[in-house]
């Protein structure tokens, strides 16, 4: 992942002590579009809802193609409808928390 996250993004996201970044439900499609501009394939990602810092219950994960755009795609559809995956223990935007696996594309 791209060590410099740029300064609207700089407070988008909790990072876990390995390093792994959880997005803010608020700012995930945004932080997406950044990974993909960086030149990383998003090859799925988790949600999960948020309870305090460091503290979060997973929800639900997706899997996406390896192609490009098709990830970008499917992490943007993950992003804008979670209730699809989630179901009615979706939370509102400001408590989920998005994670993005990716890959150097």
Same mark, same amino acid.
Do not use: H, K
């Given at each position: 992942?791209?060590?410099?996250?740029?300064?609207?993004?700089?407070?988008?996201?909790?990072?876990?002590?390995?390093?792994?970044?959880?997005?803010?439900?608020d700012r +995930?499609? %945004? $932080?997406?579009r950044?990974?993909?501009?960086q030149?990383?394939?998003?090859? !799925?990602?988790?949600?999960?809802? /948020?309870?305090?810092?460091?503290?979060?219950?997973?929800?639900a994960?997706?899997?996406?193609?390896?192609?490009?755009?098709?990830?970008l795609?499917? +992490?943007? %559809? $993950?992003?804008?409808?979670?209730a699809v995956?989630?179901?009615?223990?979706? !939370?509102?935007?400001?408590q989920? /928390?998005?994670?993005f696996?990716?890959l150097?594309?």
């Amino acid at each position: 992942m791209a060590d410099d996250v740029p300064g609207p993004l700089s407070d988008a996201y909790d990072q876990a002590a390995n390093g792994e970044r959880f997005w803010r439900g608020d700012r +995930a499609e %945004e $932080a997406a579009r950044w990974l993909a501009g960086q030149g990383l394939a998003i090859l !799925g990602g988790e949600i999960y809802e /948020r309870y305090s810092v460091g503290w979060a219950t997973y929800l639900a994960s997706w899997d996406a193609d390896e192609d490009d755009e098709a990830g970008l795609r499917t +992490a943007l %559809e $993950a992003i804008r409808r979670p209730a699809v995956l989630v179901g009615d223990a979706c !939370g509102p935007p400001d408590q989920l /928390r998005f994670f993005f696996a990716t890959l150097p594309a």
